[in-house]
């Protein structure tokens, strides 16, 4: 006799629940459930097959996207072609003299990496995530400029440090200006002044950097830097600037904790609005203000000595920061969404719906599998 009380099993329950539990799943537990039955794959292949990513040396790299292009795995790319939306070409040094990498397949493997991209017109985004000494790193720039143009999707991202000239070469090579760059640098860097003068037509940009305690200020909120910003990018719809923050309790002591603080913190929101509505194209807002450099008084708005010995608490956080989100967005209206790293990887996410004064704030976490490719984690174009 059925028991309708009993929880469905996994192949009877509905989709959307399906896709629901989809969300909070890891690529490889997402690909063990899609070998499970055609159900699942039909439900799951879309997610499991989102970004795909090449990774070792330059020889490594040219087997693999021969095999996908021309060699035994071209069935398994006929098949996830259709789904793939990222494209990932990490690429590894040799330390060993004897492993060095032939030129004539460093040379084929940037060639297949053209012929991969130009194939794949419906790409959203490429990253290139370099690990190369210095002399492979000026080998493979060199090389690229002799390689064939990349006919790469809109948005170009570079993860961890990359050298000048890399991020020169793989610019330079672009066969458009990308309409999106997110790079591992600040403003005044060398590797941003590339990218303004490669991509003057930029429609979105991510920056970052790391911890600085001698700052007092939080440097994704100095409206210098914005204006310098809508100088140099007058076209930008959206704009992430990140700052990593420490988990270190000595860095952050004695930062902005008394209500003089507070006044400070006001006006520089208060010029951040300014700098925000200055920008006419800006849709897309994201910056970094770690929670831990302001006192529990200030977060509370309440200056007795009560608030500051009792421990922050969730509701704490969410209570400021989502204030926090709708005073800026109201006096931004052109803002749709705007995000607030509170410590990594944590942030407030505050998105408009249907053109409504206040925004509706959520927790997010850039760890979690459902924030892979949303703003702010990937830019929007």
């Not at 012929?115 to 790409?123: E, G, S, V, Y």
Request: with cysteine; aromatic share 10%; glycine share 4%.
């Amino acid at each position: 006799m059925t028991d309708f009380n009993a929880p469905p099993t996994l192949a009877a329950m509905p989709t959307e629940i399906l896709c629901m539990i989809g969300s909070n799943l890891s690529g490889n537990e997402l690909g063990s459930i899609a070998r499970a039955s055609r159900r699942f794959r039909q439900i799951f292949i879309t997610r499991v097959f989102e970004n795909i990513k090449f990774s070792g040396n330059m020889g490594r790299l040219t087997e693999q996207l021969a095999s996908l292009l021309y060699g035994s795995s071209v069935p398994v790319m006929t098949l996830i072609k259709p789904f793939i939306k990222y494209a990932t070409f990490q690429i590894q040094g040799v330390t060993a003299p004897d492993d060095a990498i032939p030129s004539q397949v460093s040379k084929a493997g940037l060639t297949l990496i053209s012929i991969f991209l130009r194939t794949m017109p419906q790409l959203k985004g490429a990253v290139f995530d370099l690990h190369l000494p210095h002399t492979q790193q000026v080998q493979f720039s060199r090389q690229l400029r002799e390689a064939p143009r990349l006919y790469g999707p809109p948005s170009l991202r570079f993860l961890n440090s990359v050298e000048i000239s890399g991020l020169n070469a793989i610019l330079r090579n672009y066969n458009t200006a990308p309409g999106a760059v997110q790079i591992p640098a600040w403003h005044g860097t060398r590797s941003y002044k590339a990218v303004r003068d490669r991509c003057p037509t930029l429609k979105a940009l991510h920056l970052s950097r790391g911890y600085e305690r001698k700052h007092r200020l939080f440097r994704s909120m100095d409206h210098k830097i914005l204006e310098l910003i809508n100088r140099d990018f007058n076209q930008l719809e959206s704009l992430v600037l990140h700052e990593a923050t420490s988990a270190h309790e000595e860095l952050y002591r004695g930062q902005f904790k008394t209500p003089k603080h507070f006044l400070e913190l006001n006006r520089m929101i208060d010029r951040l609005i300014v700098s925000l509505n200055a920008m006419p194209q800006l849709r897309r807002f994201a910056f970094t203000m770690w929670y831990k450099r302001l006192d529990k008084r200030l977060i509370r708005a309440d200056w007795s000595r009560q608030a500051g010995r009792e421990p922050l608490v969730d509701a704490d956080l969410e209570d400021y920061y989502s204030a926090l989100i709708n005073h800026i967005s109201k006096a931004v209206p052109r803002l749709e969404e705007l995000c607030i790293t509170v410590q990594d990887p944590v942030f407030y996410s505050g998105k408009r719906i249907n053109g409504q004064s206040d925004m509706m704030v959520e927790v997010g976490s850039f760890e979690h599998a459902s924030e892979k490719y949303r703003f702010p984690s990937v830019l929007i174009v």
